[in-house]
């Protein structure tokens, strides 16, 4: 039934913030547009809808994440957003090759680190923090 994973999308207060954080773990700006209107808003039953729409994608790995930063409506926090015990989405997990250089990468560009890494289901893992609160999770598969 499923084919494939195909992107996350992520609202945004701050996009150049956001797009800066994702340039870090190696995605490129592929797209970069405004959607407003019709049928961009009976598509995602938000009334009066505009955006700045941005497409990042991951050549190496072939994942896509798209931003949205919403001039209207409003957009609706999430206090809750970085807690792993809430219900709904829980966090993104991408697979790297050496997750202590990575995890050292990160830090020198003031990303923060939310947890140690352990070693848990044949993999190393670590939490860190992404755009508005969410949690992203690193992976390195062991042999």
């Given at each position: 039934?499923?084919?494939?994973?195909?992107?996350?999308?992520?609202?945004?207060?701050?996009?150049?913030?956001?797009?800066?954080?994702?340039?870090?773990?190696?995605?490129?700006?592929?797209?970069?547009?405004?959607?407003?209107?019709?049928?961009?808003?009976?598509?995602?039953?938000?009334?009066?809808?505009?955006?700045?729409?941005?497409?990042?994608?991951?050549?190496?790995?072939?994942?896509?994440?798209?931003?949205?930063?919403?001039?209207?409506p409003e957009p609706q926090t999430d206090p809750?957003?970085?807690?792993?015990?809430?219900?709904?989405?829980?966090?993104?997990?991408?697979?790297?090759?050496?997750?202590?250089?990575?995890?050292?990468?990160?830090k020198t560009k003031k990303i923060k680190i939310?947890?140690?890494?352990?070693?848990?289901?044949?993999?190393?893992?670590?939490?860190?923090?992404?755009?508005?609160?969410?949690?992203?999770?690193?992976?390195?598969?062991?042999?």
């Amino acid at each position: 039934m499923i084919k494939s994973y195909d992107h996350l999308t992520i609202a945004v207060t701050n996009l150049e913030s956001a797009k800066e954080f994702f340039q870090i773990l190696g995605f490129e700006t592929t797209h970069d547009l405004v959607i407003e209107g019709e049928p961009f808003s009976t598509f995602m039953d938000i009334k009066n809808l505009k955006a700045q729409h941005v497409t990042l994608k991951h050549q190496a790995a072939n994942v896509e994440i798209q931003l949205l930063y919403f001039y209207s409506p409003e957009p609706q926090t999430d206090p809750h957003i970085g807690r792993l015990d809430k219900l709904g989405y829980n966090h993104l997990c991408f697979g790297v090759k050496d997750i202590e250089a990575v995890v050292e990468t990160l830090k020198t560009k003031k990303i923060k680190i939310l947890s140690h890494i352990m070693t848990f289901n044949s993999r190393k893992l670590v939490y860190i923090r992404g755009p508005e609160g969410v949690v992203i999770e690193l992976a390195e598969w062991l042999n």
